[in-house]
């Protein structure tokens, strides 16, 4: 992990390159977490995060599913649905500035049964199915993304 200071600098200047996991159920439900921070604060969003530099994608996905779903799966469990541009007015600080992300979306179905969900990123979780997703307000027009193609 950088800095913060560094981290700052460096969403100020350059895109993020991130893993969006769109987790299903058994049922076909998808996963969402009400965002602690910004940017997208206060919206539902699927769980993912950054990929950290000289981390290659497939370890960035078990320490990722790790951090974000409380269990290790392997990017092989996966399919990859493609890259998305997010881009938000707002960043983790509060300065003035705005954030780039180029999300990789990775569809995974899971057993409900093995998640530990964390409250560091997301303090609330909910399982919706899509056509309820797409209808809600409070879903984040870029998690929505993942269900539009």
Same mark, same amino acid.
């Given at each position: ?6 981290? /700052? ?8 390159? &991130?893993?969006? *996991? ?10 969402l977490g009400k965002r !602690? !921070?910004?940017?997208?604060? #206060? ?5 993912? #995060?950054?990929i950290q530099k000289d +981390?290659? $994608?497939? $370890?960035?996905?078990?320490? *990722? ?16 649905? #493609?890259?998305?541009?997010? =881009?938000?007015?707002?960043?983790? &600080?509060? +300065? /003035? ?7 990789? #979306? ?10 530990? *969900?964390?409250?560091?990123?997301? !303090? ?22 993942? =269900?539009? /193609?």
């Amino acid at each position: 992990m950088l800095p913060f200071n560094t981290f /700052k600098t460096v969403i100020e200047n350059a895109p993020l390159i &991130s893993i969006d *996991l769109i987790v299903y159920n058994q049922k076909g439900e998808v996963l969402l977490g009400k965002r !602690n !921070n910004r940017p997208a604060q #206060g919206y539902w969003f699927v769980p993912g #995060g950054r990929i950290q530099k000289d +981390e290659p $994608m497939a $370890m960035a996905f078990r320490r *990722l599913t790790l951090n974000e779903l409380g269990a290790e799966f392997c990017i092989s469990q996966a399919d990859f649905i #493609g890259h998305f541009e997010h =881009f938000y007015a707002d960043n983790v &600080s509060t +300065e /003035k500035f705005s954030t780039h992300y180029i999300a990789l #979306g990775y569809k995974i179905v899971i057993d409900t049964s093995v998640l530990v *969900l964390p409250v560091e990123q997301h !303090n609330l979780y909910q399982w919706l199915d899509i056509n309820s997703l797409l209808a809600h307000d409070s879903v984040h027009q870029h998690s929505k993304w993942y =269900f539009n /193609k």
